[in-house]
């Protein structure tokens, strides 16, 4: 899973990124135009939590998600905003992180603090690059299908033009419908405005509300000018206040805590943030457990017990017999996997059983 962070100078991005990746030193590599940053984030999971406390393995193991902090835009509507599209390309979701924070000694490179302009802003220059992809394959679909006549590339012609008439209307693609074949003749070319995005409002510590994380974006969206946005599929939002999170950075935990309910908080931004991200790209988890090892394993939403095996290893899927499974409540309600057995509340199921956000699985497997 990759999620590359976006945005125009003073934005706070870089901040976030290695607040959240712990990433001062992590890898760079020159891409392109611009300089790249990568670095991992643990996906928060209070649920590998409870179970590390129950089996006490040796070892615990987090989901991850890979972010990529790519070199600041320019100015909003200035003519390079996209530094280097080849590494937006590589990310499987864009995270937009916007200012909405005033500081006098940090100017803005537009001049002004306005999200929205700056939100519509990036839209335009991810919509302007995949127009200018679509506009050459269809000169070259063109080309091809006056040599020869072929109902693929007729097909595929039809769908980028669909993306095209959208693009033109200023329609990011992933407010398009498509899907089976449509979709999967898209997938080459790794449009940007067909990548989930999320949009992370970075705010003043003044505008900053306690109680619900929904409630706290709501606001901020709203007085950001950025519930239009949400409204597009596939787009979600956070609100941080990344000096708060500079804060808490320093802290330990348990005097984190305590100022974080001090603020009305319940959880850290960037943590928001990260599973957030990961929600955002269609992700789950299901859990291995014992005294060795708790792990969270990441998989798309919808897969199938068999596939789900092999992301431990290709053996586990390619031997697969059955998969023995406990949902996360029962085991938390009973207490043990033996008292789960008891209750008759561990299911043995088949290689076509969809994993569900949660479950806790043994795969039984053939060497």
Not at 153 to 164: G, P
Not at 231 to 239: G, I, K, M, P
Not at 350 to 360: A, N, P, Q, R, T
């Amino acid at each position: 899973m990759r999620a590359a962070l976006i945005g125009f100078g003073s934005s706070g991005k870089t901040t976030l990124f290695q607040l959240m990746t712990s990433a001062r030193e992590t890898a760079r590599a020159a891409h392109g135009k611009g300089e790249t940053t990568v670095g991992i984030s643990k996906v928060p999971d209070a649920r590998l939590d409870r179970l590390t406390a129950m089996y006490n393995p040796r070892k615990r193991v987090p989901a991850t998600v890979e972010f990529t902090d790519i070199a600041a835009a320019g100015a909003a509507g200035g003519a390079k905003a996209l530094v280097d599209v080849a590494a937006y390309k590589n990310a499987d979701a864009l995270v937009h992180v916007v200012r909405a924070f005033q500081d006098p000694a940090v100017p803005h490179p537009s001049g002004s603090v306005n999200p929205a302009r700056d939100a519509q802003a990036m839209e335009d220059e991810l919509i302007l690059a995949d127009l200018g992809v679509a506009e050459r394959r269809l000169e070259r679909l063109d080309k091809d299908l006056k040599k020869m006549r072929s109902p693929d590339l007729e097909r595929e012609r039809d769908v980028i033009q669909i993306c095209k008439a959208a693009l033109e209307q200023a329609k990011p693609l992933r407010t398009l419908d498509l899907k089976g074949e449509d979709l999967k003749r898209l997938r080459g070319f790794q449009f940007l405005s067909a990548k989930p995005l999320l949009i992370v409002i970075n705010l003043d510590e003044s505008q900053l509300s306690g109680g619900d994380a929904a409630v706290q974006i709501d606001r901020a969206a709203q007085a950001a000018g950025l519930e239009s946005f949400l409204s597009h599929a596939a787009t979600a939002a956070v609100a941080v206040c990344a000096k708060i999170e500079l804060e808490i950075a320093q802290l330990e935990p348990a005097d984190a805590a305590a100022f974080l309910a001090d603020l009305g908080l319940t959880e850290s931004g960037l943590d928001r943030v990260i599973r957030a991200s990961y929600d955002l790209l269609g992700y789950i988890s299901f859990f291995t457990v014992g005294e060795d090892e708790c792990r969270a394993w990441s998989i798309p939403r919808g897969t199938a017990a068999q596939l789900a095996a092999g992301e431990i290893h290709s053996d586990i899927a390619r031997g697969f017999i059955r998969a023995e499974v406990v949902g996360y409540d029962h085991l938390i309600a009973r207490g043990s996997m033996a008292a789960c057995r008891d209750h008759g509340e561990v299911r043995l199921e088949g290689k076509e059983y969809v994993v569900l956000d949660g479950d806790i699985i043994n795969f039984r497997f053939a060497t």
